[in-house]
């Protein structure tokens, strides 16, 4: 599968890849995190933690505050808490129909749009048919994740739209660890052992 440019995962690349905490994470910020990698390549990476909400914020709460009519429906719309770096920022991860001129394409199902147009889109109806509405991001310098990822700080899983998309935040990390095929109990956190 294509992603990003040329790359693709089995280029050591995750960009479209979940990214699983590990049971040991001590990081408070990432424990029992999922994260969708949006880019990932030779001068970093950068993705949306889309397994945990960004307090009480909703989108009639943000659309207020951008001067944006809410819309009727959607008004349980809830702001994910994307990652630590520029949590004032927001990103609109969202299925791969929708395009606009700063739309991100991660691969052919999914994209990453962060300009206040998508956000009008939403509000008249017309933006795209799934979405996750996120503040802030999680970020690594060159070369980081991938020294992160050796210390078996995380494991990584192909997508799937349902586990990106829905709302069940709280089942997100199990169902994906459980799509690897075992039991993360029996992982160790020490780098070279299982």
Same mark, same amino acid.
């Given at each position: 599968?294509?992603?990003?440019?040329?790359?693709?995962s089995?280029d050591?690349?995750l $960009? =479209?890849?979940?990214?699983?905490?590990?049971?040991?994470m001590? @990081?408070?910020r990432? %424990?029992? #995190?999922?994260?969708?990698?949006?880019a990932?390549n030779?001068?970093g990476?950068?993705?949306?933690?889309?397994?945990?909400?960004?307090?009480a914020?909703?989108?009639p709460d943000?659309?207020?505050?951008?001067?944006?009519?809410s819309p009727k429906?959607?008004?349980?719309?809830?702001?994910?808490?994307?990652?630590?770096?520029?949590?004032?920022?927001?990103?609109?991860?969202? $299925? =791969?129909?929708?395009?606009?001129?700063?739309?991100?394409?991660? @691969?052919?199902?999914? %994209?990453? #749009?962060?300009?206040?147009?998508?956000?009008?889109?939403?509000?008249?109806?017309?933006?795209?048919?799934?979405?996750?509405?996120?503040?802030?991001?999680a970020?690594?310098?060159p070369?980081?994740?991938?020294?992160?990822?050796q210390?078996?700080?995380?494991?990584?899983v192909?997508?799937?739209?349902d586990?990106?998309?829905?709302?069940?935040?709280d089942g997100?990390?199990?169902?994906?660890?459980?799509?690897?095929?075992?039991?993360?109990?029996?992982?160790?956190?020490? %780098?070279?052992?299982?």
């Open positions: 599968m294509k992603q990003n440019g040329n790359r693709d089995r050591g690349y $960009s =479209g890849q979940l990214l699983i905490a590990m049971p040991s001590q @990081d408070t990432f %424990a029992r #995190t999922v994260i969708y990698m949006c990932h030779v001068e990476a950068m993705g949306l933690v889309i397994n945990r909400l960004a307090g914020v909703t989108l943000l659309l207020q505050q951008l001067g944006i009519d429906e959607g008004t349980d719309t809830r702001i994910h808490f994307g990652g630590p770096v520029e949590t004032g920022r927001g990103f609109v991860l969202h $299925s =791969g129909e929708y395009q606009h001129e700063s739309t991100l394409e991660v @691969d052919d199902e999914v %994209a990453l #749009t962060a300009t206040v147009d998508i956000l009008q889109d939403i509000a008249k109806g017309c933006g795209p048919r799934r979405s996750l509405l996120a503040l802030g991001y970020g690594w310098g070369g980081q994740l991938d020294t992160e990822i210390a078996n700080g995380w494991l990584h192909s997508p799937d739209e586990l990106v998309f829905d709302a069940d935040l997100k990390w199990d169902r994906a660890i459980a799509k690897l095929g075992f039991d993360p109990t029996l992982l160790s956190g020490d %780098a070279g052992h299982a």
